[in-house]
C-alpha cells in the first residue's frame, strides 16, 4: 500500500493494520521534517511494517507496477499538475491494483482573489479542481472505474474569514469527495 502525501504517518499506521503483518506500506512526503516526525512515531508504535520516503507525488521514488492499493487524503488538490500525479499512480500499481483518494473539488468558479490568497490554498480550498475535470483527469491517467462513492461539504477554516468574504462565500464551491478507480 502507498499513501501519497503521507506527512506524520497517521494513516500509514492506519493501514499497517489493514495489511497486517505481511503486507508493506510506503509513505511518501516531500517534507523532510515531515519524514522525522513520521519515522519518529513509526518507531514509538514499533511499525515494522511501514517505512517512509522523500519525493513528491509527481515523481514518485517507487518502482513500476510494485503497488496494491494508493490511497491519498486530501494532498492531490495541493500539487499544481494533477495529471501528473495520476499518471504516476498509474504507474507504481500492478494491474488490477486500486486507488482510493480522499479530496476537494469544487463544484463552481473561485474568484481570482480567492485563488491567488495563499491562506486559501494551504487550506486546500484554491488549489481544487473542478469535480468534472478532476475525475477526468484520473480517467485520462488511465483508470477505469473512476467513481465518487461519497461526498460532502467541507468548511474547515471557513471561520477565520469574515461573513460575506470572498473567500468565506468560496467554502460553499468545495466539496469533499471520496474516489475509487482501478487499474486495468
Partial sequence: MLDLGSGAGIDCFL??????????VIGVDMTASMLER??????KIEATTVEFRLGEIEHLPVA????DVIISNCVVN?????????REAYRVL?????LMVSDLVLNGPLSDSVRKNVEMYVGCNSGAEQRDRYLEQ??????TNVEVVSESGYAV???AFAD???????FAMVTSVKVRAVKR
Wanted: hydrophobic share 30%; aromatic share 4%; net charge positive.
Fill in 15 to 24: 493501514a499497517a493494520r489493514a495489511v497486517g503483518p505481511t503486507g508493506h
Fill in 38 to 43: 513520521a519515522r519518529a512515531n513509526a518507531g
Fill in 64 to 67: 513500476d507496477e510494485t503497488v
Fill in 78 to 86: 495541493l500539487s499544481p499538475d494533477k495529471p501528473q500525479v495520476y
Fill in 94 to 98: 500492478r494491474p488490477g491494483g486500486r
Fill in 138 to 143: 484520473i480517467r485520462g491517467a488511465g483508470f
Fill in 157 to 159: 477554516g471557513a471561520d
Fill in 164 to 170: 460575506g468574504s470572498a473567500e468565506r462565500d468560496a
